[in-house]
């Protein structure tokens, strides 16, 4: 079983982060990372933002001028990554997380902020890998059941209640 590395900062202070996050983004990293029969380890930087942040990120980065709720880098094409020489992992990419919009999400959706988090790092992970549900609606939904498979393996599903406590 290939090890993954995963670098998490919170770069927000509007809404703190709930404990036991970091687990489960590591634990959705690496699920995809399995599903996926990635071969390797890997590294994945996951950064915490506000609206403000992931808009600027979004209109740099994408030409769109509105906030959005996950962003993803890629640092690899085609399934090659390069591979960090200090780490001997392939640098996977890089996700952005809006956490206002998490849990503006999670409420709308009805369900919790931690099963919001586990989709988005499960979605971007999928991108980070080559998937992109936006080129056709059979890509879509090829994306969508990976994703739902990969959060059912972990039993992260809509329903699932988490801690309300938080971390520092």
């Given at each position: 079983?290939?090890?993954?590395?995963?670098?998490?900062?919170?770069?927000?202070?509007?809404?703190?982060v709930?404990?036991?996050?970091?687990?489960?983004?590591?634990?959705?990293?690496?699920?995809?990372?399995?599903?996926?029969?990635?071969?390797?380890?890997?590294?994945?930087?996951?950064s915490?933002?506000?609206?403000?942040q992931?808009?600027?990120?979004?209109?740099?980065?994408?030409?769109v001028?509105?906030?959005?709720?996950?962003?993803?880098?890629?640092?690899?094409?085609?399934?090659?990554?390069d591979?960090?020489?200090?780490?001997?992992?392939?640098?996977?990419?890089?996700?952005?997380?809006?956490?206002?919009?998490?849990?503006?999400?999670s409420?709308?959706?009805?369900?919790s902020l931690?099963?919001?988090?586990?989709?988005?790092?499960?979605?971007?992970m999928?991108?980070?890998?080559?998937?992109?549900?936006?080129?056709?609606?059979?890509d879509?939904?090829?994306?969508?059941e990976?994703?739902?498979?990969?959060?059912?393996?972990?039993?992260?599903?809509?329903?699932?209640?988490?801690?309300n406590?938080?971390?520092?």
């Open positions: 079983m290939a090890k993954v590395k995963v670098l998490i900062t919170n770069n927000q202070d509007c809404v703190k709930p404990t036991g996050i970091r687990l489960l983004i590591r634990k959705c990293c690496h699920a995809v990372l399995t599903y996926e029969n990635f071969n390797g380890d890997a590294e994945v930087s996951v915490f933002v506000d609206n403000e992931i808009h600027e990120l979004n209109r740099e980065y994408r030409n001028d509105r906030s959005t709720d996950v962003l993803s880098f890629p640092l690899g094409e085609n399934g090659e990554y591979l960090n020489p200090e780490t001997n992992c392939y640098v996977i990419g890089d996700i952005v997380i809006s956490l206002e919009t998490a849990l503006k999400q409420i709308v959706f009805g369900h931690e099963r919001e988090i586990g989709f988005l790092t499960v979605h971007s999928l991108h980070l890998l080559g998937y992109d549900h936006e080129t056709s609606k059979l879509e939904r090829i994306m969508r990976k994703e739902e498979a990969i959060l059912s393996q972990l039993g992260v599903s809509r329903d699932t209640s988490f801690s406590q938080t971390e520092e």
